[in-house]
C-alpha cells in the first residue's frame, strides 16, 4: 500500500488519503459503521499532543499557498477533518460553545 495514503494533505487532488475517505463517509452518514473503526483509530493516533494534526504533505506550487506542510506546525484544514470525522465516527465528543 502506498504510503501517501497515511499522510494528511490538505487540498487533496488525484491523491487521496485516508482522512480525505473517512470524509467522504461522515458526509454520507456512515462514519460510525464498524468497518471504519481502525481507520478513525488511525486518525487518532495522529492526534498531537497540544490537541491538533499537522499536515504531511500538500501541492508543491499552488496559487495561493494555504499552509505549510510541517509535522511540528499544526493544520487548521486536518484539525477540521480530524475532528469532524472522529465526532461523526463516535471516537470523540465535543461540547457545543
Not at 487540498?11 to 454520507?28: F, I, K, M, N
Not at 471504519?36 to 486518525?43: D, I, T
Not at 493516533?45 to 508543491?60: I, M, Q, V
Request: with cysteine.
Amino acid at each position: 500500500m502506498n504510503k501517501q495514503w497515511f499522510e494528511f494533505g490538505f487540498p487533496r487532488g488525484y491523491q487521496s488519503d485516508v482522512l480525505e475517505t473517512l470524509w467522504a463517509l461522515a458526509e454520507a452518514g456512515f462514519a460510525a459503521d464498524p468497518r471504519a473503526r481502525p481507520a478513525l483509530q488511525l486518525v487518532l493516533s495522529k492526534r498531537r499532543p497540544e490537541g491538533h494534526w499537522c499536515l504531511d504533505n500538500t501541492p508543491k506550487q499552488m496559487l495561493v499557498p494555504l499552509e505549510k506542510a510541517s509535522k511540528r506546525l499544526p493544520s487548521k484544514w486536518i484539525t477540521l477533518r480530524a475532528l469532524r470525522v472522529l465526532t461523526q465516527g463516535g471516537m470523540i465528543e465535543i461540547d457545543a460553545l
